[in-house]
Structure formats: structure tokens, C-alpha cells
């Protein structure tokens, strides 16, 4: 990708594939999924960034999803200042669990979007 070729201020590398870059509410996106995929203390120059999901995976299961909607929420509100979470929701699935994020953008009007993120 060519630097010109940027159009929003909102940009990050895309994960997705080398030289790609992603955009907007996609790079928001993909900030949200780095951080609840990021397990808290394992960024040696942010020890706090990512999202403490881990300390449930023992938990029973009325126990554990309210637990880890939580703690996504909580992570979520401090690492992307970009956004203000509006919901969070997770359905277990037969060996994951899915969080979606309902989210909008801070100070604007009609800026929303949501992610899907499974663990």
C-alpha cells in the first residue's frame, strides 16, 4: 500500500496481510479485538493493556460470561478512547466463547459500529 492511498486519520497495519493497512472503523475494530485477545501483562511496555478473560476460564458458566463481559467492557473503556461501549455480549459456542461490542465513536453523532470477537 502506497502511503497517499490513506484516507481516513483513523489508520493502523492490518493484520491481515503484509504492507495492508486498515481504516476507520475497521482499524477500531481491530484495536477492540487486540485488546480482549491481548492477555493482561503480556505487553512488557504496557504490563496493564489487554484484557484479564483468563482468570474465568475455570468458572462455571453463569459465573464466568457475565464475569468476562466485564472485563471487556472495562478493558475496552481504557485502552480505545476513540469509542464510548455502549453493549457487550458473548455466546458460548461448542469450544469458544464470541464477545460482540457495540460501540460509538466519542463526540460524534451517528458514528457507530460493532465487532464480533471470538476466543
Not at 481516513?8 to 493484520?15: F, K
Not at 457487550?88 to 460501540?103: A, D, H, N
Amino acid at each position: 500500500m502506497n502511503i497517499q492511498e490513506i484516507k481516513s486519520a483513523e489508520w493502523g497495519m492490518s493484520l491481515n496481510g503484509f504492507g495492508e493497512v486498515v481504516e476507520g472503523k475497521d482499524d477500531i475494530n481491530q484495536c477492540i479485538s487486540i485488546i480482549i485477545r491481548t492477555i493482561r501483562g503480556t505487553d512488557p511496555f504496557r504490563p496493564l493493556f489487554g484484557c484479564d478473560l483468563y482468570q474465568y476460564l475455570d468458572q462455571p458458566q453463569p459465573v464466568a460470561g457475565p464475569g468476562m463481559s466485564k472485563e471487556v467492557a472495562n478493558a475496552v473503556k481504557l485502552w480505545e478512547p476513540r469509542i464510548n461501549v455502549k453493549k457487550v455480549t458473548y455466546l458460548i459456542e461448542e469450544k469458544r466463547i464470541v464477545f460482540s461490542v457495540e460501540w460509538s465513536l466519542v463526540g460524534v453523532i451517528g458514528g457507530v459500529g460493532s465487532v464480533v470477537v471470538p476466543v
